[in-house]
């Protein structure tokens, strides 16, 4: 049984980072079909894919456009799991994050429970 | 980017009635290379993570209750709950994976009537 255990604080200071990790078990951060998103969601921009991380051969990312000058999703083979950084924050980056597993090329499959980011000073 | 836009935004239904949701993408998510639809549908109750209900627009995922189905192609798709029960209760968001961003639908509430 696959499950995603998000950690990572639940208040930024504006210009900070953010930092969250999320813990894989039942399966493999180097899956070769598997890949490990990071999504947000706020009653403003909804539910909202911000990237993720793939290996096949090698390791890829691939993120969204709104936040690709900031974010970088990183594995971390030696203890399965995988890694979301987005710098320089704003009050409009609060939101509900998810971790997620993206099976194959169909559906996201696994969630993690989800943490709860405030942007405040 | 695709714009997925849901109809209704919320929607009320009497329990073992038929729930429609409609969602509409800006532009086509078939791929013509295998014929497949790059939609799926999710669940989101409240407090919970979504869950994968459809994917490939049509294909229900395992441990989906039979009464969830999905529809449509090319820009234009339906989930129906074809008798609804009191846990079904929930957000429903369509999303599509065809092209990045990855976007999703703004949802649709729903609720017993």
């Known amino acids: 049984q696959v499950q995603l255990q998000q950690s990572g604080p639940g208040l930024v200071k504006p210009s900070q980072t953010l930092s969250l990790t999320c813990a894989i078990s039942?399966?493999?951060?180097?899956?070769?079909?598997?890949?490990w998103v990071w999504f947000r969601q706020s009653p403003s921009r909804g539910l909202e894919w911000l990237g993720r991380t793939y290996y096949r051969s090698t390791w890829y990312s691939e993120y969204a456009l709104s936040v690709k000058s900031r974010i970088t999703i990183n594995p971390d083979t030696s203890k399965n799991q995988f890694s979301l950084q987005l710098n320089s924050v704003t009050p409009e980056d609060t939101a509900l994050y998810f971790c997620?597993?993206?099976?194959?090329?169909?559906?996201?499959?696994?969630w993690g429970q989800g943490t709860v980011v405030t942007v405040s000073s | 980017d695709i714009v997925m836009t849901q109809s209704p935004d919320s929607l009320a239904v009497s329990l073992g009635e038929r729930a429609t949701i409609n969602c509409k993408s800006s532009?086509?998510?078939?791929?013509?290379?295998?014929?497949?639809?790059?939609l799926a549908w999710y669940q989101q109750k409240p407090g919970q993570s979504p869950k994968l209900l459809i994917y490939w627009a049509s294909t229900r995922e395992s441990g989906v209750p039979d009464r969830f189905s999905g529809s449509g192609s090319g820009t234009d798709f339906t989930l129906t709950i074809s008798s609804l029960q009191a846990e079904d209760v929930a957000v429903y968001y369509c999303?599509?994976?065809?092209?990045?961003?990855?976007?999703f639908g703004q949802g649709t509430n729903l609720e017993i009537k």
């Open positions: 532009q086509s998510v078939l791929y013509s290379s295998n014929n497949k639809n790059y």
């Open positions: 039942g399966d493999s951060v180097s899956s070769n079909i598997a890949a």
């Open positions: 997620a597993r993206w099976r194959g090329s169909d559906g996201i499959d696994i």
């Open positions: 999303h599509q994976y065809y092209s990045n961003p990855y976007t």
